[in-house]
């Protein structure tokens, strides 16, 4: 390592990506410091989704097993045509997806998640945690780097890791890009076994897709609760943010829908809305000591439901690139873009497509339904092999 002390390195931010880069890079060799703007460490939000190589991520940061012991591994994944309720697709996500990519598909609550993470964090010497910080700048020069919180603190490090979510503050300084408020607003729930309808209550992520709109339920927490999400073209201009949501405004985006998927939309007792955004790709998101993860370096829409995966990759790749160049923070960080950023950007517009393709209305919509007709699983498979085929050994390739 460089010089004789231990590295130190601050991250900016405790959810899920914070959690897991603090973890990866105090298991590569750091002494860590994670602040957190909230006034506990916590994950608000519903269920999400766990392909393989979110398992293999979870993995190589050593929580994989915890997770596992959380999660709902689901029979398939389908994808319904909302108007018809006809299937357009079905993907075993079975025992054949397991041989195949080596790990499970998986539901998890999004708490749970980021308990699972935690837990390993608490327990590791050198992470340290300080909550109701809130970091207005950042700041480096070729001895280290530093923060300043809202009340005139500075903290300092060899390094800083800006995991501060889709509005982040250490990107705003970096970068300074706008976001691509995307016009699409997703309402979040989870609801109780019991208020879900019986013919809904499927061990599978099911999309049903509808004209500029669509809806998703699968099961969390051993099946004894459910997480709903809707998504639907605003008639409004949107800034992008989470608000509390009305049923009435859910209800009157649906009214084309068909009556088994619609069933659903008046059983939460209270939803969360978020007016989505994006930001296009940058060809780098690191600047010498200072770099960017998860949402703050990539934040993209929940159409292939990889944005905490993506997340929990960067962790590893981020933690191995600190090992490989043995805390030369610019190496790293330049090998870690080179290797992170194609990947992301590929995610995020297959993502965007993805939008286009559920909410697909007309002509269109008849295109999208044959688009998987006479396809075998293995073929299905061969289509996801860059997505969950990731692995942690090659977290470093360059695309």
Known sequence: MNGQ???????????????????AAAQAGADVLVLEQAQQIGEIGAGIQLGANAFAALDALGVGDTARARSVFTDNLRLMDGTTAEPVVEIDVGEAYRRRFGN??????????????????????????QTATEIVSVGQDENGAWADDQNGNRYTADAIIGCDGVKSVVRRQLIGDEAKVTGHVVYRAVVDEENMPEDLRQNAPVVWAGPKCHLVHYPLRGGKQYNLVVTFHSRRQEEWGVTEGSKEEVLSYFQG?????????????SWKRWATADRDPVERWSFGRITLLGDAAHPMTQYLAQGACQALEDAVAIGSALRRYDFDYSAAFAH??????????????SAREMGRI???AGVERLVRNSLWKGKTQEQLYDALEWLHGWKAENCLDET
Not at 336 to 349: E, F, K, Q
């Open 336 to 349: 870690y873009d080179r290797a992170r950023i194609p990947r992301t950007a590929r995610v995020l517009y």
């Open 257 to 269: 829908v068909h009556p088994q998927p619609f069933q659903m939309l008046d059983r939460p007792t």
């Open 358 to 360: 559920y909410h697909a």
């Open 104 to 129: 499970p598909y998986a539901v998890i609550h999004r708490a749970d998640i980021h308990l699972s993470i935690l837990e390993s964090v608490r327990q590791h010497p050198a992470i340290r945690f």
């Open 5 to 23: 002390s231990k590295p130190q390195i601050l991250i900016i931010g405790g959810g899920i990506g914070g959690l897991a880069a603090a973890l």
